[in-house]
């Protein structure tokens, strides 16, 4: 593989200033190829992530937040066309083939998806998944691959972990089967974990548990972790940094706490306005008005112009992401900072 | 587990009698009187009606339907009107090679089956998927009669590879009974492996799109892994569930398949026996294929719960 050995999950703690960059991805685009030609779905995607680091990837429904991801990965739909570069550890990922992109999986790069119920497997037991991974990754004997796979059960709270692994899913709370799929994403000690709404499936009173579980993990394994929402509280309270999604595009980009308290970007003002505050008075939530143009239906110029209270004759020219004071934004007419 | 298996034998009782006190019925209301047609047309109404009393026909049809079910209780079928030989020494003969020709029929279907519909899936919409699909709705349309005479024709009136029919029994060796069995269970399978190859295909296109095998992918499981141990196992069910009525289909339609291809067979028995209104005989048969339908299902209710642990706890 390449320089950089899979650390096994251990308590390293490594100082801030010596982190090394875990993730980049410079001007990623991905299309759908159909029979009309290529569809765009993400246009222009960069960012950094490293060691020890939790970046949000923010944006509504249908933002290309989750394509990204799975870009990343190496698992998009078969059909999709990827552009720009990824490089995990030092390493070119997005130039290898789909057999070595593959053995990153797991090993290097841990996945958590939205939904345990479906995304575990239903007629498998949890014991086999998580042996199945570990024997496969880390050349695991049966018996060791399932003490390690108890010792994970273990350290991400569930109790009675032999137990467990002889059961299903369906057996399972959310909660708990929310933290199968996050002992199995860092069973194989992987430097990166995407997790793709991990907790919008679960009850309000879990999901503050999962993403503490998550919090814990990622500081003990001094994980580089990105995190896709579209829920702002969770970026302010959990991630270092943000990466605002518009349509394709990232429209803003830099540290959550300056995108969450004083967004640049209209877009990004409206989600927060978008979000019941508990200590500003407010009585009626501002939405945003309308919603994300489909793929294959933006607009010329600024993609959010249509909804933006801000637009003007200027936009119809496509902006490019600049460096104002704190963030990058992809605007002609941000706002200032703080208001 | 065990619990699950006992619950599933008690769901098959009804199956084996409802059949059996149907024929009962359907038999003794049907014109025709079997003393009369053994004797011929010389006998005198004397001697027809010393055969029927000899023959238990003079009782009233309920004592002879109890008379009937303390046989099956004691094993004891009586003998054969035709034959002049106990019901449960003719039986085996025939089954054997009914059985027998259904397994490697389902065999085939299994195997043709499962493997064009996973070649399919996994080559969607390219053109070796449109000529399976496309030679699926051909072999779900042809009649299995049709099927068996052009077999005939091509493998054993042309190339001569086959003998055209007979039957050959396993004593005589593995050769000699693939020969007689192999173009009969061929004939048989092949709308059944039609069928399972448009439900594997189906059923496996559906399950990789399941989130879990996102997972298994993402886990860094090879390929293989991920298509033949997490796909198959939920893409097998449906599965499953055809090659369990294709079982059952086969066992009762073989009739057509043994008369053309001369084949000893159950179903060729109870034809014949329904002409010769031989009652202990057909009831006998009918007994046997409910017997071998209802172990049937409940080898499949097995399959389906070591393949899905929710079905054990229902």
Not at chain 1, 37 to 43: A, E, K, R
Not at chain 2, 209 to 231: D, F, K, S
Request: hydrophobic share 45%.
């Amino acid at each position: 593989m390449s320089a950089h050995s899979a650390p096994m999950p251990a308590e390293i703690a490594v100082p801030p200033a010596q982190r090394r960059t875990v993730l980049e991805v410079e001007n990623l685009s991905l299309s759908f190829r159909n029979a009309d030609g290529l569809l765009p779905i993400v246009t222009d995607v960069s960012f950094s992530i490293r060691q020890g680091e939790a970046v949000a990837l923010v944006g509504e429904s249908g933002c290309g937040k989750s394509i990204t991801a799975s870009a990343i990965m190496g698992i998009a739909p078969e059909n999709a066309v990827i552009g720009g570069r990824i490089v995990l550890n030092g390493q070119e990922i997005s130039a290898l083939g789909p057999k070595e992109r593959r053995r990153l999986c797991g090993r290097h790069m841990g996945f958590i998806f939205q939904e345990p119920m479906t995304a575990l497997h239903p007629t498998l037991s949890i014991g086999r998944q998580m042996t199945d991974t570990l024997k496969h990754n880390l050349g695991l004997s049966q018996s060791a691959a399932t003490q390690r796979a108890a010792e994970l059960l273990d350290r991400v709270g569930i109790p009675r972990a032999r137990d467990i692994l002889k059961g299903y899913v369906h057996e399972l709370s959310g909660g708990m089967r929310q933290r199968v799929m996050i002992a199995l994403a860092i069973s194989c000690g992987p430097s990166l974990v995407i997790a793709d709404e991990p907790t919008t499936a679960l009850d309000v009173t879990i999901q503050a548990q999962v993403l503490d579980l998550l919090e814990d993990m990622r500081r003990e394994l001094d994980l580089a972790m990105l995190f896709i929402t579209h829920d702002l509280e969770v970026v302010g309270d959990f991630c270092d940094r943000a990466v605002v999604m518009y349509a394709g595009d990232v429209v803003e980009r830099g540290e959550s706490a300056d995108i969450t308290r004083r967004p640049s970007h209209p877009y990004a003002r409206g989600l927060i306005d978008a979000v019941p505050a508990h200590d500003d008075g407010r009585t009626r939530l501002t939405p945003i008005l309308g919603t994300v143009p489909p793929v294959g239906q933006w607009p010329e110029g600024c993609r959010f112009a249509p909804r933006c209270g801000r637009a003007d004759e200027k936009c119809r020219t496509r902006p490019h992401l600049e460096t104002l004071s704190h963030t990058d934004v992809r605007c002609w007419h941000p706002l200032e900072a703080g208001a | 587990m065990l619990r699950y298996l006992f619950k599933r034998f008690l769901l098959i009782l009804p199956t084996i009698f409802v059949p059996l006190i149907l024929v009962f019925l359907l038999l003794r209301l049907s014109p025709g009187d079997p003393a009369g047609m053994m004797l011929g047309d010389q006998a005198t109404p004397e001697q027809i009606a010393a055969l029927r009393t000899q023959l238990g026909l003079d009782q009233p049809v309920w004592m002879q339907f109890v008379l009937w079910l303390k046989g099956i209780l004691t094993l004891d079928l009586g003998n054969s009107i035709f034959f002049r030989e106990p019901v449960m020494q003719i039986i085996p003969r025939y089954a054997t090679v009914t059985i027998l020709l259904t397994a490697v029929a389902l065999v085939l279907a299994v195997v043709i089956g499962v493997t064009l519909g996973l070649v399919s899936a996994m080559n969607r919409n390219k053109p070796i998927d449109r000529g399976v699909v496309t030679t699926a709705v051909l072999g779900i349309s042809l009649p299995e009669f049709w099927f068996a005479l052009l077999l005939i024709f091509v493998f054993a009136v042309t190339l001569r590879w086959f003998p055209v029919a007979g039957y050959n029994p396993p004593d005589a060796g593995i050769i000699a009974f693939g020969a007689t069995i192999f173009l009969p269970a061929l004939a048989l399978g092949v709308r059944q492996s039609a069928l399972m190859t448009r439900m594997m295909r189906s059923s496996m296109l559906d399950v990789l799109n399941e989130p879990y095998i996102t997972t298994a992918r993402a886990q860094g499981l090879p390929e293989t892994t991920v298509l033949g141990r997490y796909a198959m196992r939920t893409a097998a069910m449906p599965v499953v569930t055809v090659a369990g009525l294709s079982a059952g289909y086969m066992l009762g339609g073989a009739v057509a398949i043994e008369i053309i291809f001369a084949l000893p067979g159950l179903g060729r028995m109870l034809v014949e026996a329904v002409g010769r209104r031989d009652y202990p005989l057909v009831e006998g048969g009918v007994l046997t294929i409910s017997l071998v339908l209802a172990v049937l299902n409940l080898l499949i209710d097995l399959i389906y719960a070591i393949l899905d642990p929710r079905i054990r706890y229902q």
